[in-house]
C-alpha cells in the first residue's frame, strides 16, 4: 500500500495497488472491492496500446496507474479498516464517475469518519459529498 495522507484521531489513508491487498480489503472490510479492483485492473490492460522496445512493460504500468480509479482505505493506528474509497483515476474530477465509499459491510463510514473523507478530499481538491459517494444514501 502507498500512504496518501493523515488524518486526525490516529487514522490514515493509504492507496491500494495491488491484487493481494484488494483481496485482504475485501476480507478485512467484508465487502466487494476486490471484484471492483481486477475489473478496472482488467479494463485498463485491455485499453492498453503497447509501444516498441523494451519499455513496454514499464508503459503498461504508467497507463494502468493513469486511467484505473484510485482505490483507498481508511486505516486506524492499529491497523483497523474504517472505510474504502474508489476515486477517480488520478483523483481528479470527472462528473459522470461513480466515486464510493463506504465503510465495513458497506455502512455509512460518514458519521463516524466525515472528517477523515474531508481530509482526504482535500488532499485531492475533489469534493466527496456523502449523498453523491455513499451509494445506500438514498435507502437510508
Known amino acids: ?3 496518501v495522507c493523515e488524518c486526525t484521531k490516529g487514522r ?8 493481494v491487498e484488494a483481496e ?3 476480507a478485512l472490510m467484508r465487502h466487494a472491492v476486490e471484484k471492483h479492483f481486477r475489473r478496472e485492473q482488467a479494463r485498463a490492460r485491455k485499453s492498453y496500446v503497447p509501444g516498441q522496445g523494451l519499455e513496454r512493460d514499464i508503459q503498461l504500468k504508467a497507463h494502468i496507474q493513469r486511467t484505473t480509479p484510485l482505490f483507498l482505505t481508511l486505516r486506524a493506528d492499529d491497523g483497523t479498516g474504517l472505510a474504502t474509497a474508489m476515486l477517480p483515476p488520478g483523483g481528479k474530477p470527472v462528473s459522470e464517475f461513480p466515486t464510493i465509499i ?3 459491510e458497506n455502512a ?3 458519521p463516524d469518519h466525515g472528517d477523515a473523507i474531508e481530509a482526504l478530499a482535500r488532499h485531492y481538491k475533489l469534493p466527496l459529498p456523502r449523498a453523491r459517494c455513499y451509494p445506500y444514501a438514498q435507502r437510508s
Open 1 to 3: 500500500m502507498q500512504y
Open 12 to 19: 490514515t489513508w493509504f492507496r491500494i495497488e495491488t491484487d
Open 24 to 26: 485482504a480489503e475485501t
Open 102 to 104: 463506504v465503510g465495513p
Open 108 to 110: 455509512d463510514p460518514y
